[in-house]
């Protein structure tokens, strides 16, 4: 078992930046592949970034390409988001999750069986 708990998110005008994190216990994070989705109000969940359990294969959305990007500490047990050049867009609740394996190519919240609980981003404009 897995527990994540996502932390960062807050207000930010347009044009900001943001850090989130995702620290896990439980069990060690390098064993997992790790990605981020959010969710807007009255939208469906959606995938932002993804990264691998190395570290050495990433994939992100094309609405956050050149903007975010994800990266992991495997000894600190942690995953990050850095989010530039926020956009009212991107107000949502971000979620961190993990998988034992989401195979190749963008992978889908149901690939992953962990989740944490959110932290709200919000971007005025």
């Known amino acids: 078992q897995v527990q994540l708990v996502e932390s960062g998110g807050g207000l930010v005008q347009a044009g900001g930046s943001l850090r989130l994190s995702c620290a896990a216990s439980?069990?060690?994070?390098?064993?997992?592949?790790m990605g981020w989705f959010r969710q807007a109000p009255g939208k469906e969940r959606e995938f932002v970034f993804a990264?691998?359990?190395?570290?050495?294969?990433?994939y992100y959305a094309d609405s956050v390409k050149g903007r975010f990007t994800i990266s992991r500490d495997n000894a600190k047990n942690t995953v990050y988001l850095q989010m530039n050049s926020l956009k009212p867009e991107d107000t949502a609740v971000y979620y961190c999750a993990a998988a034992r394996s989401t195979g190749w190519g963008i992978p889908r919240s149901t690939d992953y069986e962990y989740w944490g609980q959110g932290t709200q981003v919000t971007v005025s404009s």
């Open positions: 990264i691998s359990r190395s570290g050495s294969t990433t």
């Open positions: 439980g069990r060690t994070l390098s064993s997992y592949d």
